[in-house]
């Protein structure tokens, strides 16, 4: 056994004996193909073994996938010459020449344009180089953008306002594209488009990640407002008539604080945005006017409580207007996600015309035949295919 003649460490005869998922993680150059390739030896000569092109070996380069067969090779010539010809050595040095032990876009390529009639793509495609596609990418975002321009819908414009860049849509071009290279890695483009505008305009807002986002923070956030507004209150310098006048409003405020905080705990945010309209909208005690003559030598004192005072209550005025905010950007967010399926409709009828594909759309196209493959059962391809 390979095993013996060289000296493993005990975390990779581990990997190498592991039966279930395991995940080698190393430096370069510490063995990791060396490993993997003694993996697939057991899995081929072992109890219980499977041939080796019924096995999936995919690498990041062609150099990995090609000194992978060779220490495949090199391990079963060792024992076929040491155990003579036995035939299950025999038959896997012989299936190995088909082997399924190649990098990701090698493989992806093979299986699409042998599954070409079912994808409804032409076989003879090419991968295209960077500066094609930018080339497309380019035009295909004019022509996409030429009917929303046309449109000029209010949300349109909102949107271009949005990401204005020095009077430009440069801004808005940068977002497009930037999302529809994130869904370049996504399965199921639509369905990902369609749940991320479903944030905006289908869920109710304490469904939302940012309801719940700000349903964690606002605990704490109510806290330092206490916090300021006691400590405000016990280190004040005010004289004791200027006191008398102010005081009692930060106290208030404070009172008002504790109850919110508690219609939070309670009643969640619908009721502590009900609270927050009542105390601090609806009878929420403005500053009396203060003479002149009580403000000698205390204007910066008093400027810097009235200032605490106006902050937390504009703080938490905030909090009333998020769901509203949200709302304001549903119509934006629905355009952007249409740019967006418009741009890719273009791009992908620009690379038809071309008959040209990305590594990342074969990856894409692979994805989706095996997840239909599965779906379908096909048992040339889910039971009799890859291992």
């Known amino acids: 056994m390979a095993d013996k003649a060289v000296k493993w460490t005990q975390d990779q005869i581990n990997a190498i004996r592991s039966d279930g998922t395991v995940l080698v993680s190393a430096a370069a150059g510490s063995g990791k193909t060396a490993v993997l390739a003694q993996y697939v030896l057991r899995q081929i000569t072992g109890e219980n073994s499977v041939d080796v092109d019924r096995l999936l070996v995919l690498t990041f380069t062609r150099d990995a996938a090609s000194e992978m067969k060779q220490r495949i090779q090199k391990e079963l010539d060792k024992r076929i010459a040491s155990e003579g010809a036995v035939p299950q050595l025999l038959r896997q040095k012989q299936k190995l020449y088909t082997a399924h032990i190649s990098t990701t876009d090698s493989f992806c390529s093979s299986l699409v344009r042998e ?41 349109f414009r909102a949107l271009l306002r949005a990401f204005a860049s020095n009077g430009t849509d440069f801004g808005l071009r940068d977002v497009v594209v930037k999302i529809h290279r994130f869904l370049q890695n996504q399965p199921f483009r639509p369905q990902w488009l369609d749940e991320w505008v479903k944030r905006y305009t289908r869920m109710d807002f304490t469904s939302t990640e940012w309801a719940q986002e700000l349903l964690r923070a606002m605990p704490s956030l109510l806290e330092d ?46 009721g502590f945005c009900q609270k927050l309209t009542e105390l601090f909208v609806a009878s929420y005690p403005e500053t009396p006017k203060i003479e002149e003559k009580l403000l000698k030598g205390k204007k910066t004192a ?86």
């Open 115 to 155: 599954r070409f009639s079912a994808l409804g793509i032409a076989p003879d495609f090419r991968i295209a180089g960077d500066e094609e596609i930018a080339t497309v990418s380019s035009k295909a975002l004019d022509m996409a953008l030429e009917a929303f321009y046309a449109s000029n819908s209010p949300d």
């Open 225 to 270: 407002m206490r916090s300021e507004l006691s400590a405000a209150i016990a280190t004040n310098e005010l004289t004791p008539p200027l006191q008398a006048l102010l005081i009692p409003l930060l106290e208030s405020d404070l009172v008002s604080l504790s109850e919110a905080g508690g219609a939070l705990t309670q009643k969640g945010y619908s």
């Open 302 to 387: 008093v400027k810097n409580l009235l200032s605490l005072r106006a902050s937390v209550r504009e703080k938490l005025l905030s909090f009333l207007g998020a769901e509203d905010e949200i709302s304001r950007f549903s119509g934006m967010m629905v355009t952007l996600s249409e740019i967006v399926s418009a741009y890719d409709r273009e791009v992908g009828k620009l690379k038809e015309r071309r008959n040209i594909r990305t590594f990342s759309d074969v990856s894409l196209l692979t994805v989706q035949l095996l997840a239909e493959c599965c779906v379908k059962e096909e048992a040339e391809f889910c039971t009799g295919g890859f291992y």
